[in-house]
């Protein structure tokens, strides 16, 4: 029998997020949501010593992680016992990840955590690497993309409801500088697995991603 397991990979504001939290819920199925366990990385390595340059330092900040995840009203995040579910979503945190994902001993440190959020009745896994390498098995990948500009759009208007100062030519700046971090690291670089299905959503309605994507995973639920 296939493993239960739907992975979604793509770039940076492609809408990913949104995507593995209405399959979650309409299935019932765990969620992982990889990118976090990267920006509490990026985060402990900021707090603890700064020094992302350090392979071996960020590797050992990886392994010794004190995480807690609290399901209450939305995800809450703890990190050494202090709240951090606000402080991982920043841009700055996102940049750190990036940082970090990049060093190989940081990505084989998180493998194991990854792995155990196989859970039944399935899970839907969110990422860059969830269909090549995390979860090769994955009865069904979906690897979403869009265009840099048409990303960039998407986040600056998100950002501009709660920042009145954000500009757009900064966002689009930060989503190339990170599309080209994760593009162009040797390990686990953002690809999609050769058996994935690949959606470009440049032109797509919300609505229309999350309907072509239901009929897909009825497809594979079915089969
Ligand atoms: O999805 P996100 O924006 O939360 O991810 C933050 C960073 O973590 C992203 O720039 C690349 C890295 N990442 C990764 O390398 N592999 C994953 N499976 C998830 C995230």
């Known amino acids: 029998m296939k493993s239960r397991v739907i992975t979604v990979d793509g770039p940076s504001g492609v809408g990913k997020g949104t995507v593995c939290g209405h399959l979650a819920n309409r299935l019932g199925w765990h969620l992982l949501d990889s990118g976090s366990l990267y920006r509490l990385t990026g985060l402990a ?14 590797a050992l900040t990886a392994r010794s992680l004190d995480v807690r995840f609290e399901n209450q009203s939305g995800l809450r995040v703890f990190l050494s016992g202090d709240e951090v579910t606000q402080a991982i ?10 940082v970090v994902a990049a060093i190989p001993e940081v990505r084989a440190a998180l493998l194991d955590w990854q792995h155990q959020a196989l859970r039944g009745p399935g899970l839907i896994a969110d ?8 979860f090769p098995d994955a009865g ?20 501009r409801e709660t920042d009145k100062t954000v500009t757009l030519a900064t966002v689009l700046k930060d989503l190339q500088a990170r599309d080209d971090r994760d593009s162009s690291r040797e390990a686990a670089p953002l690809k999609p697995a050769a058996d ?3 959606l ?12 072509l994507i239901d009929d897909w995973v009825d497809e594979y639920l079915g089969s």
Do not use: I
């Open 45 to 58: 390595v900021r707090q603890d010593h700064g020094e992302f340059n350090n392979p071996s330092a960020c």
């Open 89 to 98: 979503r920043t841009e700055q945190a996102g940049q750190d990840a990036s």
């Open 127 to 134: 990422g860059r690497d969830m269909g090549t390498v995390v």
């Open 140 to 159: 069904l990948k979906l690897y979403l993309d869009a265009s840099c500009e048409e990303r960039a759009r998407r986040r600056y208007n998100q950002l």
């Open 196 to 198: 994935a299905r690949v």
């Open 200 to 211: 470009d959503t440049s032109a797509l309605t919300l609505v229309d991603m999350l309907a």
